[in-house]
């Protein structure tokens, strides 16, 4: 089935610890995004990158990294820079229609 | 900047109408989507608008006016699994920020029976 996959589907940093989350598409498409949504806020964008190896920074991109070695998969590290992770972590990609699909998402909490 | 507003939250009971409203200021406009989200899931795509008029698709309906930059989505026919977050998000194609999305708050619904 084609699709979008993110994992883990929860994951606990401690302290002073990256962490990555995992971003995998099938889907063919050329750009991928990350976003952070906390309760009753809306989406805001990490990072997203358009074509393979390039990227851009979002709207708050203090205190995450990405990387876009290959077409299906676009990885996050939250770094110990972050200083407030606890979120629901949702990757999407676009198709060539301009729509965007989202995987299921990964809810990041520290212990 | 961007900015897109939609209210908080709305009530509806099952069988009715409900009327989602949207409005946004933003350069490089490029279309305006509607995504579904249940609690504790990920965003489903609904509908895209990319010129003014009516897109209409099954019980749900999403109207576009680019001069007044506003746009709401129609629910009818209401159940109770309608019951969830809907998000208004506007693409931008303007220079560095070309294929963005830029997203609302989104308003909560609640169908009651």
């Known amino acids: 089935d084609g699709g979008i996959t993110q994992s883990p589907k929860y994951l606990f940093r401690k302290e002073g610890q990256n962490v990555t989350l995992s971003c995998e598409q099938n889907l063919n498409h050329d750009a991928m995004y990350w976003y952070r949504q906390d309760p009753g806020q809306g989406l805001r964008l990490i990072y997203y990158s358009q074509i393979v190896n390039d990227f851009q920074k979002g709207d708050i991109a203090e205190g995450y990294s990405v990387s876009r070695e290959k077409k299906e998969s676009f990885p996050l590290t939250v770094t110990s820079a972050q200083k407030n992770p606890t979120a629901f972590y949702l990757c999407?990609?676009?198709?060539?229609?301009?729509?965007?699909?989202f995987g299921a998402g990964t809810r990041l909490s520290v212990l | 900047g961007q900015n897109i507003d939609q209210p908080t939250e709305m009530t509806a009971t099952e069988g009715a109408i409900v009327q989602i409203n949207c409005t946004y200021q933003?350069?490089?406009?490029?279309?305006l989507f509607w995504y579904q989200q249940h609690a504790g899931e990920a965003p489903t795509f609904l509908s895209y608008?990319?010129?003014?008029g009516l897109e209409e698709k099954g019980r749900f309906s999403s109207f576009l006016s680019r001069s007044k930059g506003y746009s709401y989505l129609l629910l009818k026919e209401l159940q109770m699994k309608d019951s969830a977050s809907y998000l208004c998000a506007v693409r931008s194609d303007r220079g560095s920020t070309l294929g963005r999305l830029y997203f609302g708050r989104g308003t909560q619904l609640t169908v009651w029976p």
């Open positions: 608008n990319v010129l003014d």
């Open positions: 933003t350069s490089g406009f490029n279309g």
């Open positions: 999407a990609s676009c198709s060539a229609k301009n729509i965007q699909y």
